[in-house]
Protein backbone atom coordinates (compact mmCIF):
# COMPACT_ATOMS: atom_id res chain seq x y z
CA UNK A 1 0.00 0.00 0.00
CA UNK A 2 2.65 2.44 -0.79
CA UNK A 3 5.08 1.33 1.65
CA UNK A 4 8.39 0.97 0.83
CA UNK A 5 9.52 -2.81 1.16
CA UNK A 6 12.67 -2.25 3.08
CA UNK A 7 15.28 -5.26 4.80
CA UNK A 8 13.72 -6.65 7.68
CA UNK A 9 15.74 -5.58 11.11
CA UNK A 10 17.17 -2.17 8.88
CA UNK A 11 15.56 0.47 9.75
CA UNK A 12 13.66 2.00 6.33
CA UNK A 13 15.99 4.79 4.88
CA UNK A 14 14.19 7.48 3.54
CA UNK A 15 14.61 7.36 -0.57
CA UNK A 16 17.26 10.20 -1.21
CA UNK A 17 17.50 11.93 -4.82
CA UNK A 18 20.73 10.19 -4.90
CA UNK A 19 19.36 6.77 -3.92
CA UNK A 20 16.51 6.84 -6.44
CA UNK A 21 19.09 7.83 -8.89
CA UNK A 22 21.51 4.74 -8.16
CA UNK A 23 17.83 2.68 -8.28
CA UNK A 24 16.80 4.25 -11.60
CA UNK A 25 20.05 2.73 -13.06
CA UNK A 26 20.90 -0.17 -10.97
CA UNK A 27 17.59 -1.68 -13.12
CA UNK A 28 18.53 -0.14 -16.43
CA UNK A 29 22.23 -1.75 -16.58
CA UNK A 30 22.77 -0.67 -20.52
CA UNK A 31 22.05 3.28 -19.26
CA UNK A 32 25.26 2.73 -16.45
CA UNK A 33 27.46 1.01 -19.90
CA UNK A 34 26.28 3.73 -22.10
CA UNK A 35 27.24 6.56 -19.75
CA UNK A 36 30.11 4.96 -18.43
CA UNK A 37 31.76 3.64 -22.15
CA UNK A 38 30.48 6.74 -23.61
CA UNK A 39 32.98 8.96 -23.41
CA UNK A 40 36.25 6.58 -24.06
CA UNK A 41 34.65 5.15 -26.94
CA UNK A 42 34.07 9.00 -28.71
CA UNK A 43 37.55 9.46 -27.68
CA UNK A 44 38.68 6.60 -29.06
CA UNK A 45 36.34 6.65 -32.39
CA UNK A 46 36.59 10.37 -33.22
CA UNK A 47 39.41 11.98 -31.95
CA UNK A 48 41.74 8.80 -32.52
CA UNK A 49 40.05 6.98 -35.23
CA UNK A 50 39.27 9.89 -36.94
CA UNK A 51 42.05 11.72 -36.75
CA UNK A 52 44.37 8.27 -38.39
CA UNK A 53 41.26 8.37 -40.94
CA UNK A 54 41.71 11.94 -41.65
CA UNK A 55 45.52 11.18 -42.01
CA UNK A 56 44.50 8.56 -44.69
CA UNK A 57 42.57 10.73 -46.54
CA UNK A 58 45.27 13.57 -46.55
CA UNK A 59 47.51 10.94 -48.12
CA UNK A 60 45.35 10.34 -51.09
CA UNK A 61 45.94 13.85 -52.02
CA UNK A 62 48.56 15.54 -53.76
CA UNK A 63 50.58 18.94 -53.87
CA UNK A 64 50.44 20.86 -56.99
CA UNK A 65 54.76 21.53 -57.90
CA UNK A 66 53.69 24.64 -59.37
CA UNK A 67 51.03 26.59 -56.82
CA UNK A 68 52.73 24.83 -54.09
CA UNK A 69 48.96 24.15 -52.94
CA UNK A 70 47.25 20.63 -51.87
CA UNK A 71 44.81 19.19 -54.50
CA UNK A 72 41.93 18.09 -52.64
CA UNK A 73 41.27 14.73 -55.31
CA UNK A 74 42.02 11.22 -55.16
CA UNK A 75 45.06 10.27 -56.19
CA UNK A 76 47.43 7.57 -55.63
CA UNK A 77 50.32 10.00 -57.42
CA UNK A 78 51.60 10.94 -53.81
CA UNK A 79 52.12 7.18 -53.04
CA UNK A 80 53.84 7.06 -56.65
CA UNK A 81 56.71 9.57 -55.20
CA UNK A 82 57.49 7.65 -52.43
CA UNK A 83 59.51 4.70 -53.45
CA UNK A 84 62.51 6.86 -54.10
CA UNK A 85 65.94 5.96 -53.45
CA UNK A 86 66.10 8.01 -50.50
CA UNK A 87 62.86 6.64 -49.17
CA UNK A 88 63.96 3.10 -49.07
CA UNK A 89 67.42 4.39 -46.93
CA UNK A 90 64.99 6.13 -44.53
CA UNK A 91 62.50 3.53 -44.41
CA UNK A 92 65.21 0.73 -43.99
CA UNK A 93 67.11 3.03 -41.51
CA UNK A 94 64.08 3.31 -39.16
CA UNK A 95 62.87 -0.03 -39.30
CA UNK A 96 66.65 -1.34 -38.54
CA UNK A 97 66.90 0.70 -35.87
CA UNK A 98 63.17 0.07 -34.15
CA UNK A 99 64.78 -3.55 -34.38
CA UNK A 100 67.65 -3.59 -32.85
CA UNK A 101 66.43 -1.34 -30.26
CA UNK A 102 63.83 -3.68 -29.65
CA UNK A 103 65.65 -6.84 -29.02
CA UNK A 104 68.90 -5.03 -27.10
CA UNK A 105 65.76 -3.60 -24.67
CA UNK A 106 63.76 -7.11 -24.25
CA UNK A 107 67.36 -8.86 -24.02
CA UNK A 108 67.92 -6.59 -21.28
CA UNK A 109 64.59 -6.13 -19.90
CA UNK A 110 63.57 -9.66 -19.56
CA UNK A 111 66.22 -10.61 -16.43
CA UNK A 112 65.39 -7.46 -14.33
CA UNK A 113 62.16 -8.18 -14.84
CA UNK A 114 62.39 -11.84 -13.93
CA UNK A 115 64.16 -10.95 -11.05
CA UNK A 116 61.17 -8.63 -10.21
CA UNK A 117 59.12 -10.47 -10.25
CA UNK A 118 60.49 -14.06 -8.91
CA UNK A 119 62.81 -13.30 -6.58
CA UNK A 120 62.61 -9.49 -5.46
CA UNK A 121 61.22 -8.57 -1.70
CA UNK A 122 58.30 -6.36 -2.06
CA UNK A 123 60.66 -3.46 -0.60
CA UNK A 124 63.26 -4.10 -3.82
CA UNK A 125 60.73 -4.14 -5.89
CA UNK A 126 59.20 -0.90 -5.10
CA UNK A 127 62.73 0.22 -5.59
CA UNK A 128 63.15 -1.49 -8.51
CA UNK A 129 59.78 -0.16 -10.08
CA UNK A 130 60.94 3.24 -8.93
CA UNK A 131 64.46 3.30 -10.67
CA UNK A 132 62.48 2.18 -13.61
CA UNK A 133 59.66 4.72 -13.55
CA UNK A 134 61.90 7.49 -12.12
CA UNK A 135 63.33 8.87 -15.56
CA UNK A 136 59.88 9.31 -17.11
CA UNK A 137 59.32 11.87 -14.56
CA UNK A 138 61.72 13.96 -16.09
CA UNK A 139 61.21 16.26 -19.40
CA UNK A 140 62.32 13.47 -22.40
CA UNK A 141 63.94 16.67 -23.79
CA UNK A 142 66.51 17.22 -20.85
CA UNK A 143 67.01 13.50 -20.96
CA UNK A 144 67.87 13.88 -24.82
CA UNK A 145 70.19 16.41 -24.50
CA UNK A 146 72.14 15.62 -21.15
CA UNK A 147 72.59 12.35 -23.24
CA UNK A 148 73.95 14.65 -26.15
CA UNK A 149 76.61 15.60 -23.51
CA UNK A 150 77.14 12.13 -22.04
CA UNK A 151 78.19 10.71 -25.13
CA UNK A 152 79.79 13.95 -26.32
CA UNK A 153 83.72 13.57 -27.54
CA UNK A 154 84.53 15.90 -24.42
CA UNK A 155 81.78 14.03 -22.76
CA UNK A 156 82.00 12.41 -19.26
CA UNK A 157 81.59 8.79 -21.06
CA UNK A 158 84.80 9.53 -23.22
CA UNK A 159 86.87 10.67 -20.53
CA UNK A 160 85.61 7.03 -18.79
CA UNK A 161 86.99 5.19 -21.03
CA UNK A 162 90.39 7.71 -21.36
CA UNK A 163 90.81 6.64 -17.59
CA UNK A 164 90.18 3.04 -18.02
CA UNK A 165 92.82 2.72 -21.45
CA UNK A 166 89.64 1.94 -23.76
CA UNK A 167 89.33 5.20 -25.92
CA UNK A 168 91.23 2.87 -28.65
CA UNK A 169 88.52 0.26 -28.12
CA UNK A 170 86.01 3.05 -28.42
CA UNK A 171 87.50 4.11 -31.54
CA UNK A 172 88.09 1.42 -33.32
CA UNK A 173 83.74 0.68 -32.70
CA UNK A 174 83.41 4.49 -34.48
CA UNK A 175 85.29 3.36 -37.31
CA UNK A 176 83.00 0.89 -38.24
CA UNK A 177 80.81 1.80 -41.15
CA UNK A 178 77.13 2.17 -40.64
CA UNK A 179 76.91 2.55 -37.01
CA UNK A 180 80.58 4.58 -36.68
CA UNK A 181 80.92 8.39 -36.35
CA UNK A 182 82.98 11.31 -35.44
CA UNK A 183 81.82 10.64 -31.66
CA UNK A 184 79.44 8.88 -29.89
CA UNK A 185 77.06 11.76 -29.91
CA UNK A 186 77.30 11.90 -34.07
CA UNK A 187 76.89 8.42 -34.41
CA UNK A 188 74.00 5.30 -35.17
CA UNK A 189 75.79 3.89 -32.41
CA UNK A 190 74.85 6.63 -29.75
CA UNK A 191 71.73 7.34 -31.15
CA UNK A 192 71.12 3.49 -30.19
CA UNK A 193 72.32 3.74 -26.85
CA UNK A 194 69.77 6.60 -25.98
CA UNK A 195 66.94 5.20 -28.07
CA UNK A 196 67.41 2.05 -25.54
CA UNK A 197 67.80 4.20 -22.97
CA UNK A 198 64.13 6.01 -23.32
CA UNK A 199 62.30 3.29 -24.00
CA UNK A 200 63.72 0.76 -21.61
CA UNK A 201 60.89 1.43 -19.00
CA UNK A 202 58.22 0.27 -21.47
CA UNK A 203 59.72 -2.69 -22.24
CA UNK A 204 60.26 -3.66 -18.33
CA UNK A 205 56.99 -3.00 -17.20
CA UNK A 206 54.63 -5.67 -19.57
CA UNK A 207 57.33 -8.01 -19.35
CA UNK A 208 57.62 -7.93 -15.45
CA UNK A 209 53.43 -8.01 -15.61
CA UNK A 210 53.47 -11.12 -17.53
CA UNK A 211 56.01 -13.07 -15.10
CA UNK A 212 53.87 -11.91 -12.23
CA UNK A 213 51.13 -13.98 -13.41
CA UNK A 214 52.57 -17.34 -13.72
CA UNK A 215 52.07 -19.16 -10.81
CA UNK A 216 55.41 -20.38 -8.84
CA UNK A 217 53.73 -23.97 -9.35
CA UNK A 218 54.07 -24.12 -13.21
CA UNK A 219 57.97 -23.57 -12.86
CA UNK A 220 58.11 -26.85 -10.39
CA UNK A 221 56.02 -28.77 -12.15
CA UNK A 222 58.27 -28.39 -15.03
CA UNK A 223 61.50 -29.61 -13.19
CA UNK A 224 59.42 -31.92 -11.44
CA UNK A 225 58.95 -33.49 -14.52
CA UNK A 226 62.66 -33.63 -15.28
CA UNK A 227 63.05 -30.51 -17.14
CA UNK A 228 66.56 -28.56 -16.37
CA UNK A 229 66.09 -24.76 -15.26
CA UNK A 230 66.99 -24.05 -19.40
CA UNK A 231 64.68 -26.27 -20.50
CA UNK A 232 61.47 -24.92 -18.32
CA UNK A 233 62.92 -21.72 -19.44
CA UNK A 234 62.46 -22.41 -22.57
CA UNK A 235 59.01 -24.36 -22.96
CA UNK A 236 57.31 -22.49 -19.94
CA UNK A 237 58.54 -19.48 -18.65
CA UNK A 238 59.20 -17.76 -22.22
CA UNK A 239 56.23 -19.06 -23.67
CA UNK A 240 54.42 -18.02 -21.03
CA UNK A 241 55.79 -14.35 -21.00
CA UNK A 242 56.03 -13.76 -24.66
CA UNK A 243 52.51 -11.75 -24.49
CA UNK A 244 54.44 -9.19 -22.55
CA UNK A 245 57.41 -9.25 -24.68
CA UNK A 246 55.51 -8.01 -27.63
CA UNK A 247 53.36 -6.09 -25.47
CA UNK A 248 56.51 -3.88 -24.70
CA UNK A 249 58.17 -4.55 -28.18
CA UNK A 250 54.89 -2.93 -29.69
CA UNK A 251 56.18 0.04 -27.41
CA UNK A 252 59.78 0.34 -28.31
CA UNK A 253 59.43 -0.33 -31.81
CA UNK A 254 56.71 1.84 -32.52
CA UNK A 255 58.24 4.54 -30.46
CA UNK A 256 61.35 4.23 -32.35
CA UNK A 257 59.69 4.15 -35.81
CA UNK A 258 57.77 7.68 -35.14
CA UNK A 259 60.25 9.60 -33.14
CA UNK A 260 61.63 12.67 -34.62
CA UNK A 261 63.86 14.36 -31.52
CA UNK A 262 66.51 12.19 -30.88
CA UNK A 263 68.01 11.33 -34.57
CA UNK A 264 67.56 14.89 -34.73
CA UNK A 265 69.84 15.88 -31.63
CA UNK A 266 72.26 12.54 -31.48
CA UNK A 267 73.56 10.77 -34.73
CA UNK A 268 74.85 11.93 -37.94
CA UNK A 269 72.03 14.24 -39.24
CA UNK A 270 70.52 11.33 -41.54
CA UNK A 271 67.26 10.96 -41.84
CA UNK A 272 64.82 8.84 -39.99
CA UNK A 273 61.09 8.42 -40.85
CA UNK A 274 59.83 11.07 -38.18
CA UNK A 275 62.33 13.80 -39.59
CA UNK A 276 61.28 13.13 -42.79
CA UNK A 277 57.51 13.26 -41.87
CA UNK A 278 58.41 16.51 -39.43
CA UNK A 279 60.44 18.38 -42.69
CA UNK A 280 57.68 17.21 -45.33
CA UNK A 281 54.77 19.33 -43.32
CA UNK A 282 56.62 21.93 -42.13
CA UNK A 283 59.56 22.98 -43.50
CA UNK A 284 57.66 22.02 -47.37
CA UNK A 285 54.25 21.85 -46.46
CA UNK A 286 53.84 18.70 -48.47
CA UNK A 287 51.17 17.15 -45.68
CA UNK A 288 49.71 14.43 -48.34
CA UNK A 289 53.36 13.06 -48.56
CA UNK A 290 53.94 13.37 -44.57
CA UNK A 291 50.31 11.43 -44.94
CA UNK A 292 52.05 8.92 -46.93
CA UNK A 293 54.93 8.98 -44.93
CA UNK A 294 53.39 8.48 -42.12
CA UNK A 295 51.39 5.31 -42.98
CA UNK A 296 55.22 3.64 -43.42
CA UNK A 297 55.44 2.76 -39.38
CA UNK A 298 51.50 1.83 -39.47
CA UNK A 299 51.89 -0.65 -42.33
CA UNK A 300 55.23 -1.90 -40.54
CA UNK A 301 53.83 -2.38 -37.15
CA UNK A 302 50.80 -4.14 -39.06
CA UNK A 303 53.01 -6.71 -40.45
CA UNK A 304 54.67 -7.11 -36.84
CA UNK A 305 51.64 -7.46 -35.56
CA UNK A 306 51.07 -10.38 -37.92
CA UNK A 307 54.49 -11.99 -37.51
CA UNK A 308 54.06 -12.09 -33.90
CA UNK A 309 50.51 -13.50 -33.75
CA UNK A 310 52.12 -16.22 -36.13
CA UNK A 311 54.62 -16.82 -33.45
CA UNK A 312 51.76 -17.58 -30.87
CA UNK A 313 52.22 -14.31 -29.23
CA UNK A 314 49.12 -13.93 -28.54
CA UNK A 315 48.00 -17.72 -27.82
CA UNK A 316 48.25 -17.40 -23.92
CA UNK A 317 46.33 -14.05 -23.65
CA UNK B 1 50.56 -38.01 5.18
CA UNK B 2 47.39 -36.67 7.68
CA UNK B 3 47.43 -33.74 9.37
CA UNK B 4 46.01 -30.21 10.15
CA UNK B 5 46.93 -27.93 8.05
CA UNK B 6 50.43 -26.05 9.18
CA UNK B 7 51.58 -29.45 10.38
CA UNK B 8 54.30 -29.96 7.45
CA UNK B 9 52.51 -32.50 5.35
CA UNK B 10 53.16 -30.32 2.69
CA UNK B 11 56.78 -29.26 3.52
CA UNK B 12 57.35 -32.95 4.06
CA UNK B 13 56.32 -33.71 0.29
CA UNK B 14 58.24 -30.89 -1.23
CA UNK B 15 61.29 -32.16 0.60
CA UNK B 16 60.96 -35.51 -1.12
CA UNK B 17 60.46 -33.76 -4.29
CA UNK B 18 63.48 -31.20 -3.90
CA UNK B 19 61.51 -28.09 -4.53
CA UNK B 20 62.86 -27.22 -1.05
CA UNK B 21 65.83 -28.14 0.70
CA UNK B 22 66.07 -29.98 4.39
CA UNK B 23 68.26 -28.24 6.87
CA UNK B 24 68.63 -31.30 8.75
CA UNK B 25 68.47 -35.18 7.79
CA UNK B 26 68.39 -36.99 4.90
CA UNK B 27 66.47 -37.74 1.91
CA UNK B 28 66.52 -41.89 0.99
CA UNK B 29 65.13 -43.01 -1.99
CA UNK B 30 65.00 -46.42 -2.42
CA UNK B 31 67.67 -46.72 -0.20
CA UNK B 32 69.57 -43.52 -2.44
CA UNK B 33 70.49 -40.59 -0.87
CA UNK B 34 68.86 -38.01 -3.06
CA UNK B 35 68.55 -34.98 -0.50
CA UNK B 36 70.91 -32.73 -2.49
CA UNK B 37 69.94 -34.05 -5.91
CA UNK B 38 67.10 -31.05 -7.80
CA UNK B 39 63.56 -31.84 -8.37
CA UNK B 40 64.62 -32.40 -12.29
CA UNK B 41 67.56 -35.53 -11.14
CA UNK B 42 64.97 -37.10 -8.87
CA UNK B 43 62.41 -40.65 -9.89
CA UNK B 44 59.58 -38.82 -7.98
CA UNK B 45 56.58 -37.21 -9.84
CA UNK B 46 54.10 -34.21 -7.91
CA UNK B 47 50.64 -34.19 -8.39
CA UNK B 48 50.08 -30.50 -7.14
CA UNK B 49 47.26 -29.16 -5.17
CA UNK B 50 46.13 -26.35 -7.91
CA UNK B 51 47.15 -29.18 -10.63
CA UNK B 52 49.83 -26.64 -12.32
CA UNK B 53 48.68 -27.88 -15.63
CA UNK B 54 50.94 -25.59 -18.17
CA UNK B 55 47.82 -23.17 -19.58
CA UNK B 56 49.55 -22.73 -23.04
CA UNK B 57 49.67 -26.15 -23.74
CA UNK B 58 47.08 -28.88 -25.08
CA UNK B 59 46.54 -31.67 -22.65
CA UNK B 60 48.21 -33.88 -24.56
CA UNK B 61 51.30 -31.39 -25.00
CA UNK B 62 50.68 -31.72 -20.86
CA UNK B 63 50.97 -35.29 -20.33
CA UNK B 64 53.93 -35.60 -22.72
CA UNK B 65 55.92 -32.88 -21.27
CA UNK B 66 57.61 -35.38 -19.54
CA UNK B 67 59.17 -37.72 -22.37
CA UNK B 68 59.07 -34.32 -24.22
CA UNK B 69 61.58 -33.04 -22.04
CA UNK B 70 63.51 -36.81 -21.98
CA UNK B 71 63.43 -36.85 -26.23
CA UNK B 72 61.54 -40.05 -26.49
CA UNK B 73 60.44 -40.00 -30.30
CA UNK B 74 57.14 -38.24 -31.04
CA UNK B 75 54.62 -41.40 -31.88
CA UNK B 76 56.31 -42.92 -29.08
CA UNK B 77 55.13 -40.37 -26.99
CA UNK B 78 51.57 -39.98 -28.52
CA UNK B 79 51.27 -43.58 -27.92
CA UNK B 80 51.80 -43.47 -24.18
CA UNK B 81 49.65 -40.02 -24.00
CA UNK B 82 46.68 -42.06 -25.26
CA UNK B 83 47.44 -44.76 -23.33
CA UNK B 84 47.59 -42.45 -19.79
CA UNK B 85 44.35 -40.96 -20.98
CA UNK B 86 42.46 -44.00 -21.27
CA UNK B 87 44.19 -45.07 -17.66
CA UNK B 88 42.53 -41.64 -16.49
CA UNK B 89 39.27 -42.33 -17.94
CA UNK B 90 39.21 -39.23 -20.96
CA UNK B 91 39.88 -40.81 -24.13
CA UNK B 92 40.22 -38.16 -27.03
CA UNK B 93 41.57 -35.40 -24.42
CA UNK B 94 44.26 -34.71 -26.14
CA UNK B 95 43.84 -31.75 -27.86
CA UNK B 96 41.41 -29.94 -25.36
CA UNK B 97 42.92 -27.07 -23.29
CA UNK B 98 43.56 -27.15 -20.00
CA UNK B 99 41.03 -24.03 -19.80
CA UNK B 100 38.19 -26.09 -21.50
CA UNK B 101 38.73 -28.49 -18.83
CA UNK B 102 36.66 -28.95 -15.22
CA UNK B 103 38.18 -29.45 -11.90
CA UNK B 104 37.85 -33.40 -11.99
CA UNK B 105 39.07 -33.44 -15.63
CA UNK B 106 41.90 -31.07 -14.77
CA UNK B 107 42.73 -33.36 -11.77
CA UNK B 108 43.07 -36.39 -14.12
CA UNK B 109 45.17 -34.61 -16.65
CA UNK B 110 47.49 -33.79 -13.77
CA UNK B 111 47.67 -37.50 -12.68
CA UNK B 112 48.34 -38.76 -16.19
CA UNK B 113 51.04 -36.04 -16.35
CA UNK B 114 52.99 -37.58 -13.82
CA UNK B 115 52.16 -41.53 -14.14
CA UNK B 116 53.14 -41.15 -17.70
CA UNK B 117 57.03 -40.93 -16.44
CA UNK B 118 56.36 -44.29 -14.60
CA UNK B 119 57.97 -42.34 -11.36
CA UNK B 120 59.56 -44.69 -8.08
CA UNK B 121 56.88 -42.67 -6.57
CA UNK B 122 54.21 -40.40 -7.02
CA UNK B 123 53.66 -37.39 -4.45
CA UNK B 124 49.85 -36.01 -4.50
CA UNK B 125 49.57 -32.89 -2.40
CA UNK B 126 45.55 -32.38 -2.04
CA UNK B 127 44.49 -33.65 -4.62
CA UNK B 128 41.22 -33.79 -4.29
CA UNK B 129 40.86 -31.02 -2.06
CA UNK B 130 39.05 -29.33 -4.66
CA UNK B 131 36.80 -31.45 -5.58
CA UNK B 132 32.84 -31.44 -4.11
CA UNK B 133 31.99 -34.40 -2.06
CA UNK B 134 30.88 -36.79 -4.51
CA UNK B 135 33.10 -35.98 -7.47
CA UNK B 136 36.04 -36.67 -4.10
CA UNK B 137 34.61 -39.89 -3.23
CA UNK B 138 34.47 -40.84 -6.52
CA UNK B 139 38.03 -40.12 -7.62
CA UNK B 140 39.11 -41.89 -4.43
CA UNK B 141 38.10 -44.78 -5.50
CA UNK B 142 39.34 -44.32 -8.70
CA UNK B 143 42.79 -43.04 -7.39
CA UNK B 144 43.16 -46.31 -5.53
CA UNK B 145 42.56 -48.75 -8.32
CA UNK B 146 44.70 -46.71 -10.53
CA UNK B 147 47.49 -46.88 -7.68
CA UNK B 148 47.10 -51.06 -7.99
CA UNK B 149 46.92 -51.21 -11.57
CA UNK B 150 50.49 -49.08 -11.75
CA UNK B 151 51.95 -50.65 -8.84
CA UNK B 152 53.69 -47.64 -7.86
CA UNK B 153 53.82 -45.86 -4.65
CA UNK B 154 51.72 -42.92 -3.65
CA UNK B 155 52.44 -40.76 -0.94
CA UNK B 156 49.30 -38.45 -0.58
CA UNK B 157 48.63 -35.37 1.75
CA UNK B 158 45.55 -34.74 3.23
CA UNK B 159 44.00 -33.17 6.33
CA UNK B 160 40.71 -35.43 6.14
CA UNK B 161 40.72 -38.31 7.94
CA UNK B 162 38.36 -40.48 6.82
CA UNK B 163 39.93 -39.68 3.19
CA UNK B 164 43.29 -41.03 4.58
CA UNK B 165 41.58 -44.09 6.49
CA UNK B 166 39.63 -44.62 2.90
CA UNK B 167 42.88 -44.98 0.75
CA UNK B 168 45.64 -45.21 2.91
CA UNK B 169 47.57 -48.98 3.50
CA UNK B 170 49.95 -47.13 5.84
CA UNK B 171 49.34 -43.60 7.37
CA UNK B 172 51.57 -41.43 8.92
CA UNK B 173 49.73 -38.12 11.25
CA UNK B 174 51.37 -35.53 11.76
CA UNK B 175 51.25 -32.17 14.59
CA UNK B 176 53.14 -29.25 14.09
CA UNK B 177 55.79 -30.73 12.35
CA UNK B 178 56.25 -34.25 13.92
CA UNK B 179 54.79 -36.97 12.98
CA UNK B 180 53.20 -38.36 16.05
CA UNK B 181 52.09 -42.22 14.60
CA UNK B 182 52.92 -43.99 11.39
CA UNK B 183 50.97 -47.32 11.14
CA UNK B 184 47.52 -49.36 9.24
CA UNK B 185 44.41 -47.33 9.41
CA UNK B 186 42.93 -49.76 11.32
CA UNK B 187 45.86 -48.86 14.00
CA UNK B 188 46.12 -45.50 13.39
CA UNK B 189 42.25 -45.91 15.20
CA UNK B 190 41.94 -48.54 17.17
CA UNK B 191 45.73 -48.02 19.06
CA UNK B 192 45.74 -44.01 18.65
CA UNK B 193 49.26 -43.79 20.21
CA UNK B 194 48.75 -39.77 21.40
CA UNK B 195 45.90 -37.77 22.25
CA UNK B 196 46.39 -35.63 19.61
CA UNK B 197 46.06 -39.34 17.16
CA UNK B 198 42.99 -40.51 18.68
CA UNK B 199 41.24 -36.80 18.91
CA UNK B 200 42.14 -35.98 15.09
CA UNK B 201 41.41 -39.76 13.62
CA UNK B 202 37.91 -40.16 14.27
CA UNK B 203 35.97 -38.90 17.42
CA UNK B 204 37.46 -39.82 20.75
CA UNK B 205 36.68 -39.35 24.26
CA UNK B 206 39.92 -38.67 26.50
CA UNK B 207 39.29 -39.53 29.88
CA UNK B 208 42.29 -39.10 32.42
CA UNK B 209 42.19 -37.60 36.73
CA UNK B 210 39.89 -38.79 39.02
CA UNK B 211 37.78 -39.57 36.61
CA UNK B 212 39.59 -42.34 35.00
CA UNK B 213 40.85 -43.56 38.52
CA UNK B 214 36.87 -43.59 39.73
CA UNK B 215 35.86 -45.61 35.96
CA UNK B 216 38.96 -47.94 35.73
CA UNK B 217 40.60 -47.86 39.62
CA UNK B 218 43.99 -46.22 37.68
CA UNK B 219 44.69 -42.53 36.98
CA UNK B 220 46.45 -43.16 34.01
CA UNK B 221 44.64 -41.08 30.57
CA UNK B 222 42.79 -43.29 28.30
CA UNK B 223 40.67 -42.96 25.02
CA UNK B 224 37.56 -44.50 24.20
CA UNK B 225 35.95 -44.43 20.96
CA UNK B 226 32.07 -43.07 21.24
CA UNK B 227 30.65 -45.58 19.18
CA UNK B 228 32.19 -48.80 21.50
CA UNK B 229 30.13 -46.52 24.63
CA UNK B 230 26.58 -48.63 25.06
CA UNK B 231 23.74 -46.70 26.08
CA UNK B 232 21.83 -48.52 28.49
CA UNK B 233 19.29 -47.88 31.19
CA UNK B 234 19.68 -45.96 34.74
CA UNK B 235 20.06 -49.44 36.18
CA UNK B 236 21.57 -51.48 33.96
CA UNK B 237 23.78 -54.33 34.97
CA UNK B 238 27.16 -53.88 34.97
CA UNK B 239 29.10 -56.89 33.17
CA UNK B 240 32.41 -58.32 34.75
CA UNK B 241 34.95 -57.04 32.51
CA UNK B 242 32.63 -53.35 32.13
CA UNK B 243 33.53 -49.95 32.46
CA UNK B 244 30.56 -47.81 33.68
CA UNK B 245 29.82 -44.35 34.40
CA UNK B 246 26.28 -42.69 35.68
CA UNK B 247 25.18 -39.34 33.88
CA UNK B 248 22.59 -37.23 31.89
CA UNK B 249 22.17 -36.75 28.67
CA UNK B 250 22.38 -33.29 27.21
CA UNK B 251 22.59 -33.36 24.00
CA UNK B 252 21.23 -35.26 21.13
CA UNK B 253 22.37 -34.80 17.04
CA UNK B 254 20.20 -36.70 14.64
CA UNK B 255 22.89 -37.64 11.72
CA UNK B 256 20.59 -40.03 9.78
CA UNK B 257 22.85 -43.52 10.22
CA UNK B 258 23.53 -42.86 13.80
CA UNK B 259 22.80 -40.33 16.32
CA UNK B 260 25.61 -38.62 18.42
CA UNK B 261 24.58 -38.15 22.27
CA UNK B 262 26.83 -35.85 24.85
CA UNK B 263 26.29 -37.21 28.19
CA UNK B 264 27.53 -35.34 31.36
CA UNK B 265 29.46 -37.35 33.89
CA UNK B 266 27.87 -37.42 37.36
CA UNK B 267 31.78 -37.57 37.85
CA UNK B 268 32.68 -34.34 35.79
CA UNK B 269 33.10 -34.05 32.39
CA UNK B 270 31.33 -35.34 29.54
CA UNK B 271 31.57 -38.25 27.05
CA UNK B 272 30.17 -38.51 23.68
CA UNK B 273 28.41 -41.52 22.51
CA UNK B 274 27.53 -42.33 19.18
CA UNK B 275 24.86 -45.61 18.40
CA UNK B 276 23.55 -46.58 15.61
CA UNK B 277 19.60 -46.35 14.30
CA UNK B 278 19.05 -49.76 13.93
CA UNK B 279 15.65 -49.42 15.68
CA UNK B 280 15.17 -45.94 16.96
CA UNK B 281 13.89 -43.19 14.98
CA UNK B 282 14.68 -39.32 15.43
CA UNK B 283 11.83 -38.95 17.50
CA UNK B 284 12.93 -41.70 19.92
CA UNK B 285 16.25 -40.46 20.10
CA UNK B 286 15.52 -36.95 20.65
CA UNK B 287 12.98 -37.61 23.35
CA UNK B 288 16.02 -39.09 24.76
CA UNK B 289 17.53 -35.58 26.04
CA UNK B 290 18.02 -34.93 29.53
CA UNK B 291 17.04 -38.36 30.65
CA UNK B 292 19.31 -40.26 33.03
CA UNK B 293 21.38 -43.25 31.88
CA UNK B 294 24.01 -45.64 32.62
CA UNK B 295 27.51 -45.93 29.60
CA UNK B 296 28.93 -49.19 29.43
CA UNK B 297 31.89 -50.25 27.24
CA UNK B 298 34.01 -53.39 27.22
CA UNK B 299 37.24 -52.57 28.76
CA UNK B 300 39.44 -53.55 26.44
CA UNK B 301 38.29 -51.14 24.17
CA UNK B 302 40.25 -48.14 26.78
CA UNK B 303 43.60 -46.89 25.15
CA UNK B 304 46.00 -45.74 27.09
CA UNK B 305 47.71 -42.55 25.91
CA UNK B 306 51.88 -42.60 26.32
CA UNK B 307 52.00 -38.63 26.41
CA UNK B 308 48.80 -37.09 26.19
Redesign the interface.
Given at each position: MGTAVTKRGLPPRPPSLLQRLSTFVYVRPWLLLALLLGPPMIWLGVIYLGSLFALLVQSFFHLDDFTGQVVREFTLQTYADLPTASNFDIFGRTTAMAAAVTLAAAGLAFPLAYFMARYASPRAKAALYLAVVMPLWSSYLIRVYAWRLILAKEGILNWFLAQAGLSGALDAVLALPYIGGNSLSFSPLGMFLVFLYVWFPYMVLPIQAALERV?R??L?????????PG?TFR??IL??AFPGVVAGSIFTFSLTLGDYIIPQVIGNSSFFIGMAVYSHQGTSGNIPLAAAMTMGPIVIMGIYLLIARKLGAF??L | MLGPSGSGKTTCLRLIAGFDQPTAGRIYLYGADVSRLPPYERDVNTVFQDYALFPHMTVGENIAYGPMIRSVPKPEREKRVEEMLELVRLPGFARRRPAQLSGGQRQRVALARALINKPGVLLLDEPLGALDLKLRQQMQIELKSIQQQVGITFIFVTHDQEEALTMSDRIAVFNHGRVEQVGAPAEIYESPATAFVAGFVGVSNLVGGEVAKAITGAPETFTIRPEKIHLRAADAAVGPDECAADGRIRDVVYLGVNTRYLVELDLGGDLTVVEQNLRTTSMDALATRGRRVRLLWHRSHNRAISHP
Open positions: PSLEASGDLGAREYVPLDA | -
